[in-house]
Nanobody
């Protein structure tokens, strides 16, 4: 079983930055692909970014490429999402997710509880 706890959300102005963190339990963190998803009110949850177990491969949704960066520190069992040039449309609950395979934007086995990101205009 893998438990995920997100942190780092908050309120920021348009153009600002936030860094989300996700701490994972368990000893097999380096074998897990990690992802970030987000869900705005009234909308479906959508893929944001993902990173492979060793960090050699990443994947980004088109709307965040060049603004968001996903990274991980396997020694700390943590994954991060650096969000720059934030826009009001980035406002959502952001979820950390984990799975044993990398490549799918939909199928993740483990989910965190989410952290709210609000971008004011």
């Amino acid at each position: 079983q893998v438990q995920l706890i997100e942190s780092g959300g908050g309120l920021v102005q348009t153009g600002g930055s936030l860094r989300l963190s996700c701490a994972a339990s368990g000893r097999a963190f380096g074998s897990l692909a990690m992802g970030w998803f987000r869900q705005a009110p009234g909308e479906e949850r959508q893929f944001v970014a993902a990173i492979s177990g060793r960090g050699r491969s990443t994947d980004y949704a088109d709307g965040v490429k060049g603004r968001f960066t996903i990274s991980r520190d396997n020694a700390k069992n943590s994954v991060y999402l650096q969000m720059n040039s934030l826009k009001p449309e980035d406002t959502a609950v952001y979820y950390c997710a984990a799975d044993w395979s990398f490549g799918s934007r939909r199928t993740y086995s483990y989910w965190g509880q989410g952290t709210q990101v609000t971008v004011s205009s």
